[in-house]
């Protein structure tokens, strides 16, 4: 357990830090204006890049903003939906963003969603075997539950392009549309940049996590 807290205090750290920067990044950026809502600003940019098809609908939570490829639908906060702050246009881009890489197929994108249901299963069956074989000295059960834990660690790794394309495009077409003036992309930056150390941080607990238990199956083999 020492050793798990040791490889996994580093990506711990890092995500406490990470989401204090998120907030701390969005309030600011939520206190300076903007010409449009996240709802009107994510239509606009969805119409530039001839994305018709996507629906944009109003979805309970804070900051529960995503982009439904399955229904292709565009869901955003109250907050970021009705808001005219440089944050809500933000955040709005970037899922916006999602939705672009969607319909241009964008490589990254079509192999995180196909890695959906494997890193679902893998999140949960995977932990559960590594412990049935870490408690039964099963090697093979204690290996196959790695391999699952794998597919996690395969969907966080693949999903840094996806977030990372998603906020270069927001920031691209927040400018292109005329939305956001350059020199007042600053705000909506500190936002993004911010969630992405997010995403880092996952992936890098998540990989960790793997490696500890790889080191739990190399010590029961001897």
Not at 142 to 162: E, H, R, T, Y
Request: aromatic share 10%; hydrophobic share 55%.
């Amino acid at each position: 357990m020492l050793t798990y807290l040791l490889l996994a205090a580093p990506a711990f750290l890092l995500g406490l830090w990470a989401q204090l920067r998120v907030k701390t990044a969005y309030a600011a950026a939520q206190r300076v204006a903007a010409p449009l809502s996240g709802a009107a600003a994510a239509r606009r940019i969805l119409e530039s890049a001839g994305v018709q098809q996507v629906r944009i609908e109003q979805t309970p939570g804070r900051l529960s903003d995503h982009y439904d490829p399955r229904h292709k639908v565009l869901r955003l906060s109250r907050e970021v939906y009705q808001s005219r702050s440089l944050a809500a246009v933000g955040i709005a881009a970037h899922e916006a963003g999602h939705a672009i890489q969607d319909a241009r197929a964008y490589a990254p994108l079509m192999i995180r969603n196909a890695a959906v249901p494997a890193a679902g299963f893998g999140s949960n069956a995977g932990f559960i075997l590594i412990i049935l074989g870490a408690v039964l000295n099963f090697l093979p059960l204690l290996l196959l539950g790695i391999f699952l834990f794998g597919c996690v660690v395969f969907f966080q790794i693949v999903n840094l392009p996806v977030e990372f394309n998603a906020s270069a495009r927001a920031k691209a077409q927040l400018v292109s549309t005329g939305i956001v003036g350059r020199q007042e992309l600053g705000p909506v930056e500190q936002v993004l940049n911010a969630a992405a150390w997010t995403y880092v941080a996952a992936t890098l607990q998540a990989v960790m996590t793997l490696l500890y238990y790889v080191m739990i199956f190399l010590s029961r083999r001897r």
